[in-house]
Each structure stands twice: as structure tokens, then as C-alpha cells.
């Protein structure tokens, strides 16, 4: 399946605050449904560049849920205000126009088409990368293919997406448990400790991994995997300009030497895949 | 129909090199890309002689209204590109402009006599932003090593020969000059301008290799100028670009005398741009701002 070609213009249907991040969905009347994992590219069609001059490249945003609605599919985004391209996508407008090109990029490989034995699923979500584990756990439930899914936060204030995505009738999904670094819920510490927990299991070389968040956890969870022999998908964020190979920008090393393009290469790359996760 | 350099284009829309990769976008778009093709004429990314990883990352850095790059010319190398890009890039729709980059004389005589030699190939453009290995000089930073250079390639190949222009120097018409004088058919400006920028957070230099070069809306004035600098030296058709994202930029380059304008960083914050560009071009849209 290919993205529509060009940028197009969508309908912001909503936008909402939740934890410290917001929410916001698209009506897209063109595109295909995405395959969990995937990006688009996006930049507000109004004051997008005006007056500072930034935001100036489109941003690269990961679907946190996508579904048919009425004359189209609504695509919905988790975005954290940290510069000014997210900080204005943060501030639309129900009814405001967003240029949009996707959906981009790879997606996230079923357990048994990444190990024929696999048992279940783990899914391993930090901050805002809790997003495209959000779509993914979705559609491994309706598929019925067991999972577990960790869920790390540094504190409330950067807990946003946890209710929407991840909770029904407002109790936590029972699949789903917490590590949150100052211990306002669940296990108090980083999300890995979890994971190293589970992984310590007998059966821990039967489950595939999937994992979004930041360099540093990433790093983490690759580590640990290898370490256990449980293979491991990891959706990886890296500067990025375009979103379709043009710019070359978003180079993510391999492990042989030489670099991928995480954008048409990504942005879910297998563990083995990768060198170490840069992080500072 | 615009006449570059004895091809026929359908309008005066091309890309910059670098800035697009016709191959990864057709995975991406699928054949719409081909139906729709944004540019005239394709031009490639850089070919060296051996392949190159690019540059450590971090490669790229957002600035006001543009941005800098610091890629590196990652490539197969020659060998790669005839056996694995070439048929594939033959399948666009458009002629076919290679771009190659050596850093001696005899290494681009090799790429210019195996590109040149392919039916595939319309024209070749010269990257010359380069250190000749040998003087330690930047060719196209120097009108005699820019001429030198042309007079050693010019027998070589009937192809049109593109010379890049780099817009850091003093006198960029010298070198458009110089080109010239060796035999190329036509320039192309301006290259990035070489720029920095320090990341807040780490109070580094924001991109890995220290400097990279700047490209966007925040060049497009400075392209102008050196486009009609070189127009005013130099017979030659000249391919303008710097910024360029809308037709009433465009029409700005060919009003001052572009033969054909390329688009590049645009193309990253919208694929079809140059499509949407060659469009407002034809149908005057960029008539109501263009008051030279």
C-alpha cells in the first residue's frame, strides 16, 4: 500500500488536552487506513513559518489510533509541545486545514512473522512513545495474540494519552502495567525494570518485543533483549525533513557500518537491525 | 516548451540534486509518482567514483525559514549506480541529468566518459564543490582549476555539460566565466551556502560535522543576486535556484533571465511541489505578486 503522492490538506475534527500532552485527530478523506508503526508528515497550513521563520519543516508524527469515520479515516496524533513546530501543532483549532503526506514508513511485523514460535507480545512504551504502541496493542487484541504492555512515565505531567489510549471506561486496560520514575503509579522506577522482570520468565525467548520511547529506554530494551534472546522491534524517531528518502537527513547507523534511512528503512527496525541507540 | 541545452521539457521545472530520490519515492508513492512526475527533468544525487556512507549524523538542523544539511553525498558509487539506479531512473518519465563529483581530474574523466556513454543520460552536471586532491583547492571555488577541469572533460563526451556553481565565493560570475571558457553548456546556482548553528540544549555545534550548508527561503534573495551576476558575465543558460517554493518565486528566477529553475528543500516539505510550482507558473497564478 502507497501513500497518497503530494501533501493534502486535512480537517483538524479535534484537539484536547491530556496528561501534559495533547491529542488532536485529523479527518484524512484520502488516505488509506495506516498500518500500526507508521508516520506522517505534518505542518498546520496556517502560521507554519511566518514571522520567526520556524516551524519550518514538516514534523514527523507517530498515529496513536486510526479508524473509518464518516468520508474518511480519522487519524489520531499524541504530540508534546518542546519546540515550535509541536508547540504548534499543539495549539490547533477544530476546523483549521493541516497539510498532511503519508501514511510513511515500515510497520510493525506480527510475533510470528518475526519468530515462527512466538508465543505473545510485550510492548514497551516511554512518554510520548506510548503512541504507536497504542495502535499496535489495539491490533494485536482484535487479532487475539497475547500481550503484555509496560508503560513508563517521568511523572504526571508527562503521562498524556495513558486515559484515551489505554484505558477502558476509565480503569487502566487489565493488560497493561505502569513504572512512572517518581512513583505517582505503579512501579516506581523505569519502565526496563519491568521488562527485565518479564524477560527473566523461562519463557521469555517466546515473546517478541516492541518498543517506542526515548533514545536512552530504547537502548535499554535492546540491550536487555539481546541479552535474553528475545527478538525486538523498535519504532525510532531521528531528525527528519521529509519523510519519504528525499533528504537523507534521518541517517540511523547499522550495526556492519554504514547508515539506514530511518524513514524508508524504519521507522520500526529490528533490534539486531541496529547499532546501539544513540542517546545522551 | 523550454530548450535546455537541446533537450525539449515540457516546462521549466527541475529538481536540485540531492534533494530527491526518484527511487525511494516511488516506493513510497507507488507509480502516481511516475503519472505525475513534479519535475521536467530529473537530476540525480551525487555520484562519486567509490561508494560513500555520508556523513555521521547529526545531519540535518532547522533554521529560520530553511534549514542546514551536512549529508555527506552518500551514494553507491559509479559501478552501483549504472548496475542497480540507472535502469530504474530510466524508467521516469523525464530526461535524465546525472550528477558526479570527483576529487581529481582523472577520476572525473572516468565519470563523465562512463555516464556520458549510457543512452539513458541526456546531460551531466558537474559538482565541483570539491577539493581537487591534488592543489588542495576547492575547483569550483577557483576560475582555473574550474576551467582546467572543464578543458579536460569537454572532449570526452558530446552530453551537455552542467557546471554547479558554489555560491561561496566573492565573484561566483568568475567561476561561471571560467566554465565557460572551458566548455560547459550551461551553469546551475547556486550550491548551499556554508552556515552553522549551535544546539541550545548541548551548546555544540548543532550538526556532527561541525558546519553544514544552508538551503530555503531564508537563500532565495542571495541566489537571485548571484543568478543575475552570472547572466550578466555569461552567455551560458543558467538553471536557477536557492529557496524557491512557489511559482512567483520561480517566476522571480526567470523574469531575471534563468534558462530553468530547480526546486529542492521545497520538494522535502511538500513531494509534488514542483508540480504545484510548474502549475502557478502556467496559469499566472504568480502574476499578482510579481511587480519587478
Same mark, same amino acid.
Given at each position: 500500500?502507497?501513500?497518497?503522492? *503530494? $501533501?493534502?490538506?486535512? #480537517?483538524? @475534527? ?20 495506516p498500518?500500526p ?5 505534518l ?25 473509518? @469515520?464518516? #468520508?474518511? %479515516? $480519522? ?17 490547533? #483549532?477544530?476546523? #483549521? ?15 510470528r512473522?518475526?519468530?515462527?514460535? /512466538?508465543?505473545? +507480545?510485550i510492548?514497551?512504551? *516511554? ?5 504507536p ?5 489495539r ?17 504526571e505531567?508527562?503521562s ?16 497493561? $502495567?505502569? @513504572?512512572?520514575e ?32 526515548p533514545? +536512552? ?8 533483549? +539481546? ?7 523498535? /519504532?525510532?524517531?531521528?531528525p527528519?525533513?521529509? *519523510?519519504f ?6 541517517? %540511523? ?15 520500526? %527496525?529490528r533490534?539486531? @537491525?541496529?547499532a546501539?541507540? /544513540?542517546?545522551a | ?11 521549466? !521545472? ?21 503519472e505525475?512526475?513534479?519535475?521536467? &527533468?530529473? !537530476? =540525480?544525487?551525487?555520484?562519486?567514483p ?34 542497480e ?43 565541483? =564543490? ?53 566548455g560547459?553548456? &550551461? ?14 540544549v ?16 531564508? !537563500? ?18 543558467? !538553471?536557477?535556484m ?16 534563468? &534558462? ?22 502556467e ?5 499578482a505578486?510579481?511587480?519587478?
Amino acid at each position: 500500500m502507497t501513500a497518497p503522492f *503530494g $501533501r493534502r490538506s486535512c #480537517e483538524v @475534527a479535534a484537539n484536547e488536552v491530556s496528561g501534559g500532552y495533547r491529542i488532536f485527530s485529523l479527518l484524512d478523506r484520502e488516505g488509506p487506513l495506516p498500518q500500526p508503526g507508521q508516520f506522517y508528515m505534518l505542518a498546520s497550513e496556517r502560521s507554519w513559518g511566518e514571522g520567526g521563520g520556524r516551524p519550518f519543516l514538516p514534523r514527523a508524527i507517530s498515529v496513536a489510533e486510526a479508524a473509518p @469515520a464518516k #468520508e474518511g %479515516v $480519522r487519524l489520531d496524533f499524541l504530540v508534546e509541545g518542546v519546540g515550535p513546530g509541536t508547540d504548534r501543532l499543539c495549539e490547533l #483549532e477544530p476546523g #483549521e486545514g493541516v497539510w498532511v503526506t503519508g501514511p510513511l514508513g515500515n510497520s510493525f511485523s506480527t510475533p510470528r512473522q518475526v519468530n515462527p514460535e /512466538a508465543a505473545g +507480545a510485550i510492548l514497551v512504551g *516511554g512518554g510520548i512513545g506510548i503512541a504507536p504502541m497504542a495502535i499496535w496493542r489495539r491490533r494485536l487484541v482484535e487479532q487475539g495474540i497475547p500481550l503484555r504492555v509496560l508503560l513508563g512515565f517521568r511523572n504526571e505531567a508527562h503521562s498524556g494519552g495513558l486515559t484515551e489510549l489505554f484505558c477502558a471506561g476509565g480503569t487502566l486496560c487489565p493488560d497493561v $502495567r505502569l @513504572a512512572t520514575e517518581d512513583g505517582h503509579a505503579g512501579h516506581q522506577g523505569y519502565v526496563t525494570d519491568l521488562l527485565a522482570t518479564m524477560l527473566a520468565g523461562d519463557d521469555a525467548a517466546s515473546a517478541v518485543v516492541y518498543s517506542c520511547g526515548p533514545p +536512552a529506554m530504547l537502548e535499554a530494551v535492546r540491550a536487555l533483549c +539481546a541479552e535474553a534472546g528475545a527478538a525486538c522491534e523498535l /519504532a525510532m524517531e531521528s531528525p527528519m525533513a521529509c *519523510g519519504f528518502g528525499a533528504c537523507f537527513g534521518c541517517a %540511523v547507523p547499522k550495526p556492519d557500518g554504514g547508515y539506514m534511512r530511518l524513514c524508508v528503512d524504519g521507522p520500526v %527496525v529490528r533490534g539486531d @537491525a541496529v547499532a546501539e541507540v /544513540a542517546h545522551a | 516548451m523550454p530548450d535546455f541545452c537541446g533537450i525539449e521539457l515540457t516546462h521549466p !521545472v527541475i529538481n536540485a540534486s540531492g534533494t530527491y530520490d526518484a527511487i525511494a519515492a516511488r516506493k513510497v508513492f507507488g507509480d502516481q509518482l511516475l503519472e505525475d512526475f513534479p519535475f521536467s &527533468a530529473f !537530476v =540525480s544525487k551525487t555520484i562519486t567514483p567509490e561508494p560513500r556512507a555520508g556523513n555521521e549524523p547529526r545531519r540535518i538542523w532547522e533554521t529560520p525559514a530553511g534549514m542546514l544539511n551536512s549529508i555527506g553525498l552518500p551514494n553507491k558509487g559509479l559501478e552501483g549506480f549504472l548496475r542497480e539506479d540507472l535502469p530504474q531512473l530510466a524508467e521516469l518519465p523525464v530526461p535524465l541529468i546525472v550528477s558526479v563529483m570527483a576529487t581529481n581530474r582523472e577520476q572525473f574523466a572516468h565519470l563523465v566518459e562512463a555516464v556520458g556513454g549510457r543512452d539513458e543520460v541526456a546531460a551531466i552536471e558537474l559538482n565541483v =564543490s570539491c577539493p581537487n586532491v591534488h592543489s588542495g583547492l576547492i575547483v569550483g571555488e577557483q576560475p582555473a582549476e574550474t576551467e582546467a577541469l572543464l578543458e579536460a572533460l569537454r572532449p570526452l563526451t558530446g552530453k551537455p555539460l552542467i557546471v554547479k556553481l558554489t555560491p561561496n565565493v566573492a565573484d561566483p560570475a568568475s567561476v561561471a566565466v571560467a566554465a565557460e571558457q572551458g566548455g560547459a553548456d &550551461a551553469v546551475s546556482l547556486i550550491n548551499t551556502l556554508k552556515a552553522s548553528a549551535i544546539d541550545p540544549v548541548s551548546r555544540e555545534p548543532a550538526l556532527a560535522a561541525g558546519h553544514g550548508g544552508l538551503s530555503g527561503p531564508a !537563500v532565495r534573495p542571495i541566489a537571485l543576486q548571484q543568478l543575475r551576476a552570472v547572466l550578466a558575465a555569461t552567455e551560458l543558460p543558467v !538553471v536557477g535556484m536557492g529557496g524557491i517554493s512557489s511559482g512567483a518565486d520561480a517566476a522571480e528566477f526567470l523574469t531575471a533571465g534563468a &534558462a530553468l529553475v530547480a526546486v529542492g528543500t521545497e520538494s522535502f516539505r511538500d513531494p509534488r511541489a514542483g508540480a504545484r510550482i510548474a502549475n502557478e507558473l502556467e496559469t499566472g497564478v504568480y502574476e499578482a505578486p510579481l511587480r519587478l
